[in-house]
């Protein structure tokens, strides 16, 4: 199976090919990939799930930190993950860092709009004009 990324691959029901479209996916793809759904309320006037960034207000839906709340402190393109103020695990040595999770297990509680740029992705899916 060839290494390279492909721009023209649809689909596959086969999970090494997902896995090896995401694996391989360039860092403005990835980015897309890194959504997360949105609250009720959000939903109606932003569509149903967005990239998450940084600022944006999380809950924690699955996992060992099920429920918590927080803010996004980074996120990282290359791991896929993103990390929220808090949450944070012990390593072997004591020490607390900060833990990786899955984009695809919170939702957005309230998004981050200072960006203009974001203002005006968020409402072009909206279909508004500036």
Aim: hydrophobic share 30%; glycine share 4%; proline share 5%.
């Amino acid at each position: 199976m060839k290494k390279a990324f492909s721009k023209e691959w649809l689909s596959s029901r086969q999970p090494r090919k997902q896995r090896k479209y995401r694996y391989n996916a360039p860092q403005h793809r990835r980015r897309k990939m890194i959504s997360a759904s949105l609250d009720k309320s959000l939903r109606k006037s932003y569509g149903r799930s967005v990239p998450v960034r940084k600022g944006d207000d999380v809950k924690i839906m699955r996992g060992e930190f099920r429920g918590k709340t927080g803010k996004v402190s980074r996120t990282d393109t290359k791991k896929m993950k993103i990390y929220i103020e808090n949450i944070k695990v012990k390593k072997a040595n004591q020490q607390e860092v900060p833990a990786p999770i899955d984009p695809s297990n919170v939702m957005i509680m309230k998004l981050n709009l200072d960006d203009k740029m974001r203002k005006k992705a968020v409402s072009r899916r909206r279909g508004e004009k500036l």
